[in-house]
């Protein structure tokens, strides 16, 4: 029977599990994956999808310890647990690994406590993390545990890229730099450019956009990333599903002295903004209703979305000075048509040219969207973080 790997990816009140098998054919669907979800509260939920089922149970989840032990049973009870496969491995979605991790990370105590160091860079995530990380290594203790870090693909960035021109005393005694986020699915994306275009990975200039519902593009040089949009915390960059991506700082100074508390602020910028706050609407899918519904606020939403992304590809040309790739990946990049679309418009004179049939096409898998003569290949490339942790995690099993 092939190796599992556990794969957990655990929120402030939601924890996500799939059982992959890295070794097998990646293109099926996971074996099993779930959500434990609002952690803490009367009505959480456990949910399973395995073998086209699909099972919910609602009953009140106390805790992480509680919510993965409770979704550890409900596997058991379904016979597609950690306790009916050979787990080889348990990945860890870690978010920030600060200037600590350029890579993954074989986790015993010392790695934990160095999560545990980089919590003021991340105050909501990285505990959420460590309690998953407790919690799965009392359940399975005799199995390698290993973190992947959101950030670590971006350690390569030199200076220019990754500091800010903040003062430069302030900067180091805060660790204020700009480390990027969804670094492993700008990783798994551009990993699969070699294969693409037929040439080795240290001859490709790539620029890779993952667009789900938070949003990041990253430029990349011969496999390394040399910029990405997003900052010290996820919220820098591109126009998001509720996040403002960038926006003049001085704003919050200024919301601040006109009486808005920090919190109020905080909350305002990361869940109230974005598509959210301009058109009501997140979902790309009912922003899309709402434009066919010639609703105003969800085309000027749409219309930003787009400048913001075009902004980000024309800068990352420039700091690449050749360009051979651009790959859309994630929710929206992977099945809206008109985004892409509208975000190649016109740029012929740049070497890129849009296939409009081939873009049409629904998503299933690697492909090409561009027209033979385009210079550049622009590529939809699904995107699979699960797997890519698996992937990782299964490299320190025994
Ligand atoms: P996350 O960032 O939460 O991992 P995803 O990468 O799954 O998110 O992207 C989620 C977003 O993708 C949704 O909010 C939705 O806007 C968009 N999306 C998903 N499916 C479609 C689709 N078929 N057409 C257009 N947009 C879609």
């Avoid at 669907?29 to 149970?57: H, M, Q, T």
């Avoid at 890579?103 to 105050?123: Q, T």
């Avoid at 296939?355 to 550049?376: C, F, H, M, Y």
Wanted: glycine share 10%; charged share 20%.
């Amino acid at each position: 029977m092939s190796r599992h790997v556990l794969v957990l990816n655990s929120g402030s009140s939601s924890i996500k599990f799939q059982l992959v098998a890295p070794e097998k054919d990646t293109s099926q669907p996971p074996y099993v994956s779930g959500l434990v979800e609002r952690i803490g509260e009367d009505d959480g939920i456990v949910n399973l999808k395995f073998a086209g089922e699909k099972i919910e149970i609602s009953e009140p989840i106390a805790d992480h310890a509680d919510g993965l032990s409770k979704a550890f049973a409900l596997m058991d009870k379904h016979e597609v647990g950690p306790h009916s496969v050979e787990i080889a491995a348990v990945g860890h979605r870690v978010v920030h690994g600060g200037r600590l991790f350029s890579g993954p990370e074989l986790i015993n105590d010392e790695i934990i406590g160095m999560i545990r160091d980089l919590i003021p860079l991340a105050p909501l995530h990285n505990p959420a993390n460590i309690v998953g990380i407790e919690e799965a290594r009392k359940l399975l203790p005799d199995v390698p545990h290993v973190a992947v870090f959101d950030t670590g693909f971006f350690h390569t960035m030199p200076p220019a890229a990754a500091l800010y021109p903040l003062n430069a005393e302030v900067a180091s005694k805060f660790d204020i730099r700009r480390y990027g986020f969804h670094g492993t699915s700008h990783e798994f994306v551009s990993k699969q450019l070699p294969e693409l275009l037929g040439r080795p990975a240290a001859e490709i200039n790539q620029i890779t956009l993952h667009l789900g519902n938070g949003a990041s593009c990253a430029a990349i040089r011969g496999g390394q990333a040399v910029d990405t949009s997003m900052g010290l915390t996820p919220l820098a960059g591109l126009m998001m599903g509720t996040r403002t991506g960038d926006i003049d700082p001085g704003i919050i100074f200024h919301l601040y002295r006109n009486g808005m508390s920090i919190d109020e602020i905080d909350n305002l910028c990361n869940r109230q903004s974005g598509l959210k706050g301009v058109s009501g609407v997140n979902d790309f899918r009912v922003l899309q209703e709402r434009m066919d519904a010639h609703d105003p606020d969800a085309w000027a939403a749409y219309q930003m979305y787009v400048h913001q992304l075009r902004r980000y590809i024309g800068s990352y040309m420039l700091i690449l000075g050749r360009l051979d790739a651009i790959t859309f990946t994630a929710g929206v990049g992977e099945n809206h048509v008109g985004i892409r679309r509208d975000s190649m418009a016109e740029l012929e004179n740049f070497g890129i040219k849009i296939d409009e049939e081939r873009n049409a096409q629904p998503n299933n898998g690697p492909r090409l969207i561009s027209t033979d003569d385009s210079k550049v290949k622009v590529f939809v490339v699904p995107t699979n973080e699960e797997l890519a942790i698996a992937r990782y995690a299964m490299s320190f099993a025994h």
